[in-house]
Protein backbone atom coordinates (compact mmCIF):
# COMPACT_ATOMS: atom_id res chain seq x y z
CA UNK A 1 0.00 0.00 0.00
CA UNK A 2 1.38 3.19 -1.11
CA UNK A 3 0.14 7.08 -0.94
CA UNK A 4 -0.38 8.16 -4.44
CA UNK A 5 2.50 10.86 -5.00
CA UNK A 6 0.48 14.50 -5.84
CA UNK A 7 -2.43 13.42 -3.64
CA UNK A 8 -3.72 15.10 -1.18
CA UNK A 9 -2.32 12.73 1.77
CA UNK A 10 1.19 12.95 0.45
CA UNK A 11 1.65 16.72 1.94
CA UNK A 12 0.72 15.70 5.80
CA UNK A 13 3.32 14.96 7.90
CA UNK A 14 2.64 12.17 10.62
CA UNK A 15 4.90 12.45 14.13
CA UNK A 16 7.43 9.96 13.97
CA UNK A 17 7.02 9.80 17.89
CA UNK A 18 3.25 9.55 18.47
CA UNK A 19 2.40 9.14 15.05
CA UNK A 20 -0.30 11.83 14.99
CA UNK A 21 -0.84 14.60 12.77
CA UNK A 22 -0.38 18.09 13.63
CA UNK A 23 -3.10 20.17 14.82
CA UNK A 24 -2.71 22.27 11.14
CA UNK A 25 -2.47 19.38 9.25
CA UNK A 26 -6.09 17.79 11.38
CA UNK A 27 -7.62 21.24 9.94
CA UNK A 28 -6.53 20.83 5.79
CA UNK A 29 -7.93 17.29 7.12
CA UNK A 30 -11.32 18.08 8.27
CA UNK A 31 -11.47 20.47 5.72
CA UNK A 32 -10.72 18.04 3.19
CA UNK A 33 -13.54 15.25 4.36
CA UNK A 34 -16.29 17.97 4.49
CA UNK A 35 -15.26 19.01 0.65
CA UNK A 36 -15.48 14.84 0.16
CA UNK A 37 -19.02 14.87 2.37
CA UNK A 38 -20.88 15.34 -0.77
CA UNK A 39 -24.31 14.83 1.04
CA UNK A 40 -23.48 17.68 4.11
CA UNK A 41 -24.23 14.87 6.55
CA UNK A 42 -20.62 14.67 8.42
CA UNK A 43 -20.12 11.01 7.11
CA UNK A 44 -18.86 9.42 4.10
CA UNK A 45 -20.54 6.21 2.31
CA UNK A 46 -19.26 3.24 1.23
CA UNK A 47 -19.13 4.91 -2.31
CA UNK A 48 -17.17 8.27 -1.52
CA UNK A 49 -14.84 6.02 0.72
CA UNK A 50 -14.34 3.64 -1.85
CA UNK A 51 -13.37 7.05 -4.30
CA UNK A 52 -11.35 8.25 -2.11
CA UNK A 53 -9.18 5.51 -1.01
CA UNK A 54 -8.96 4.59 -4.88
CA UNK A 55 -7.88 8.31 -5.33
CA UNK A 56 -4.79 8.83 -2.56
CA UNK A 57 -3.40 4.96 -2.43
CA UNK A 58 -2.57 2.22 -4.88
CA UNK A 59 -4.75 -0.13 -2.59
CA UNK A 60 -6.52 -2.75 -3.88
CA UNK A 61 -10.81 -2.70 -4.33
CA UNK A 62 -10.94 -6.02 -2.00
CA UNK A 63 -9.13 -4.15 1.09
CA UNK A 64 -10.83 -0.94 0.66
CA UNK A 65 -14.23 -2.58 1.36
CA UNK A 66 -12.93 -4.76 3.76
CA UNK A 67 -11.61 -1.30 5.67
CA UNK A 68 -14.66 0.10 4.89
CA UNK A 69 -16.73 -3.01 6.85
CA UNK A 70 -13.77 -2.57 9.68
CA UNK A 71 -14.33 1.22 10.48
CA UNK A 72 -18.57 1.11 9.89
CA UNK A 73 -18.42 -0.05 13.88
CA UNK A 74 -22.42 0.80 13.76
CA UNK A 75 -23.04 -0.93 10.67
CA UNK A 76 -25.06 1.90 9.08
CA UNK A 77 -23.57 1.96 5.92
CA UNK A 78 -21.03 5.42 6.49
CA UNK A 79 -18.60 6.75 8.79
CA UNK A 80 -17.51 10.12 10.52
CA UNK A 81 -14.54 11.91 10.84
CA UNK A 82 -13.25 9.83 13.79
CA UNK A 83 -12.85 6.16 11.35
CA UNK A 84 -11.40 8.61 9.05
CA UNK A 85 -9.07 10.49 10.82
CA UNK A 86 -7.61 6.44 12.35
CA UNK A 87 -7.69 5.72 8.78
CA UNK A 88 -5.30 8.12 7.53
CA UNK A 89 -3.05 7.89 10.07
CA UNK A 90 -2.70 3.96 9.60
CA UNK A 91 -1.98 4.90 5.34
CA UNK A 92 0.58 7.67 6.87
CA UNK A 93 2.20 4.76 9.16
CA UNK A 94 2.53 2.67 6.30
CA UNK A 95 3.96 5.45 4.15
CA UNK A 96 6.12 6.00 6.69
CA UNK A 97 7.32 2.79 8.17
CA UNK A 98 6.46 2.97 11.09
CA UNK A 99 3.32 0.26 11.75
CA UNK A 100 5.01 -0.83 14.59
CA UNK A 101 5.40 2.61 16.55
CA UNK A 102 1.65 3.38 15.76
CA UNK A 103 0.64 -0.27 17.06
CA UNK A 104 2.47 0.71 20.10
CA UNK A 105 1.52 4.07 20.31
CA UNK A 106 -2.12 3.40 19.72
CA UNK A 107 -2.75 0.07 21.05
CA UNK A 108 -6.29 0.03 22.18
CA UNK A 109 -7.77 1.95 18.96
CA UNK A 110 -5.75 -0.65 16.60
CA UNK A 111 -7.24 -3.51 19.39
CA UNK A 112 -10.51 -2.27 19.07
CA UNK A 113 -10.32 -2.38 14.94
CA UNK A 114 -9.02 -5.61 15.07
CA UNK A 115 -11.57 -6.80 17.48
CA UNK A 116 -14.45 -7.56 15.05
CA UNK A 117 -16.79 -9.65 16.68
CA UNK A 118 -16.47 -7.34 20.17
CA UNK A 119 -15.81 -10.01 22.25
CA UNK A 120 -12.59 -7.83 23.44
CA UNK A 121 -10.38 -10.37 21.74
CA UNK A 122 -8.35 -10.62 18.23
CA UNK A 123 -8.97 -13.88 16.33
CA UNK A 124 -6.46 -15.29 14.54
CA UNK A 125 -8.23 -15.54 11.12
CA UNK A 126 -9.60 -11.65 11.67
CA UNK A 127 -6.02 -10.59 12.06
CA UNK A 128 -4.81 -12.42 9.00
CA UNK A 129 -7.38 -10.40 6.54
CA UNK A 130 -6.79 -6.93 7.86
CA UNK A 131 -2.36 -7.76 8.33
CA UNK A 132 -1.93 -5.63 5.23
CA UNK A 133 -2.49 -2.58 7.01
CA UNK A 134 0.26 -2.80 9.27
CA UNK A 135 2.67 -4.83 6.56
CA UNK A 136 2.87 -7.83 8.64
CA UNK A 137 4.37 -10.87 6.70
CA UNK A 138 2.39 -14.19 7.45
CA UNK A 139 5.56 -15.95 9.23
CA UNK A 140 5.71 -12.48 11.51
CA UNK A 141 1.67 -13.10 12.57
CA UNK A 142 2.49 -16.54 13.44
CA UNK A 143 5.32 -15.72 15.60
CA UNK A 144 3.10 -13.49 17.07
CA UNK A 145 0.12 -16.23 18.31
CA UNK A 146 3.08 -18.37 18.75
CA UNK A 147 4.90 -16.35 21.34
CA UNK A 148 1.66 -14.14 22.62
CA UNK A 149 -1.13 -16.25 22.80
CA UNK A 150 -0.75 -17.90 26.29
CA UNK A 151 -3.65 -19.80 26.43
CA UNK A 152 -3.75 -21.28 22.62
CA UNK A 153 -6.92 -20.37 21.66
CA UNK A 154 -5.82 -18.40 18.44
CA UNK A 155 -6.77 -15.50 20.38
CA UNK A 156 -5.34 -12.29 21.85
CA UNK A 157 -6.42 -10.07 24.64
CA UNK A 158 -6.01 -6.56 25.04
CA UNK A 159 -2.95 -7.54 27.24
CA UNK A 160 -1.34 -10.01 25.03
CA UNK A 161 -1.71 -7.64 22.03
CA UNK A 162 -0.01 -4.48 23.80
CA UNK A 163 2.69 -6.35 24.87
CA UNK A 164 3.33 -7.67 20.90
CA UNK A 165 3.19 -4.00 20.33
CA UNK A 166 5.99 -3.07 22.86
CA UNK A 167 8.01 -6.43 21.89
CA UNK A 168 7.48 -4.73 18.39
CA UNK A 169 8.60 -1.55 19.35
CA UNK A 170 11.49 -2.22 21.02
CA UNK A 171 13.06 -4.71 17.67
CA UNK A 172 12.59 -2.15 15.55
CA UNK A 173 14.09 0.13 17.71
CA UNK A 174 17.20 -1.97 17.43
CA UNK A 175 17.24 -2.61 14.01
CA UNK A 176 17.50 1.31 13.50
CA UNK A 177 20.52 1.31 15.55
CA UNK A 178 21.56 -1.79 13.72
CA UNK A 179 21.00 0.22 10.57
CA UNK A 180 22.77 3.10 11.56
CA UNK A 181 25.49 2.04 12.94
CA UNK A 182 26.07 -0.09 9.77
CA UNK A 183 25.63 3.09 7.97
CA UNK A 184 28.33 4.64 10.06
CA UNK A 185 30.63 1.84 9.28
CA UNK A 186 30.18 2.15 5.56
CA UNK A 187 31.11 6.02 6.01
CA UNK A 188 34.05 5.37 7.47
CA UNK A 189 35.15 2.73 5.22
CA UNK A 190 34.67 5.63 3.18
CA UNK A 191 36.60 7.99 4.45
CA UNK A 192 39.93 5.68 5.04
CA UNK A 193 39.55 4.77 1.14
CA UNK A 194 39.65 8.52 0.20
CA UNK A 195 42.34 9.06 2.63
CA UNK A 196 44.35 5.76 1.02
CA UNK A 197 43.52 7.46 -2.32
CA UNK A 198 45.07 11.09 -1.39
CA UNK A 199 48.29 9.16 0.00
CA UNK A 200 48.46 7.30 -3.03
CA UNK A 201 48.28 10.38 -5.80
CA UNK A 202 49.92 12.11 -3.05
CA UNK A 203 52.97 9.52 -3.52
CA UNK A 204 52.91 9.72 -7.41
CA UNK A 205 53.03 13.24 -7.39
CA UNK A 206 56.02 13.29 -5.07
CA UNK A 207 57.62 10.43 -7.21
CA UNK A 208 57.02 12.53 -10.59
CA UNK A 209 58.57 15.29 -9.12
CA UNK A 210 61.76 13.46 -7.49
CA UNK A 211 62.27 11.93 -11.26
CA UNK A 212 61.74 15.49 -13.44
CA UNK A 213 64.20 17.08 -10.94
CA UNK A 214 66.86 13.83 -11.93
CA UNK A 215 65.97 14.27 -15.30
CA UNK A 216 66.61 18.35 -15.28
CA UNK A 217 70.06 17.77 -13.42
Known amino acids: MKVKQGSFLWY ?39 HFLHHV ?14 LDWTAMGEIGFDQFYVLVCIVLSHQSHLEDQFM ?18 IDGTDFEMYRFLFNLKKQELRELFHDFDITGDRLLNYKE ?20 QREEEREREKGK ?14 TGLNHRSRSLL
Do not use: W
Not at 30 to 39: G, N, T
Not at 60 to 70: E, G, L
Not at 193 to 206: A, C, G, N, T, V
Open 104 to 121: YRHSRPVFDLLDLKGELK
Open 161 to 180: FKLYTIFCTEKSIDRKKRRK
Open 12 to 50: LYLDKIYCLLSLRNVKALMEYFHLLDAHRRNTLNDVLFF
Open 57 to 70: TNMKITHIKMIFDM
Open 193 to 206: DKEKYYQHLKKMYS
